[in-house]
Nanobody, 124 residues
Framework: VQLQASGGGSVQAGDSLSVSCEAS????????MGWFRQTPGAEREFVAA????????YYGDSVKGRFTVSRDNAKNTMALQMNELKPEDTAIYYC??????????????????WGQGTLVTVSS
């Protein structure tokens, strides 16, 4: 499966923004999907994940209550709605997919496929 993230941009603190991930070459029906983010010099940080059906969702502590992950298997897409954005949310956001997460959905190494990333900048 190939993934492409889009929708990043520059916003003010407190604003909302949605980023999307479009999959191609294969259906995402059988994939666990996740969002990670990364800033220069830092490790990739888990943001959110969603199971095959979309019924189970998981969030990193820093985004709980502000971000919402969703997926539309019919459209082969996943989205991340980000509300109440803070300057510390500034990062490149990556979407990722895996069929199995042996060590947990929050572990970047468990994801086999990655999109190219989209930059989100939040100004104070």
């Amino acid at each position: 499966v190939q993934l492409q993230a889009s929708g990043g941009g520059s916003v003010q603190a407190g604003d909302s923004l949605s980023v999307s991930c479009e999959a191609s070459k294969e259906s995402i029906d059988n994939y666990l999907m996740g969002w990670f983010r990364q800033t220069p010099g830092a490790e990739r940080e888990f943001v959110a994940a969603i199971d095959w059906s979309g019924r189970s969702k998981y969030y990193g502590d820093s985004v709980k209550g502000r971000f919402t992950v969703s997926r539309d298997n019919a459209k082969n897409t996943m989205a991340l709605q980000m509300n109440e954005l803070k300057p510390e949310d500034t990062a490149i956001y990556y979407c990722a997919a895996t069929k199995f997460a042996d060590h947990g959905l929050e572990v970047a190494a468990d994801y086999r496929y990655w999109g190219q990333g989209t930059l989100v900048t939040v100004s104070s």
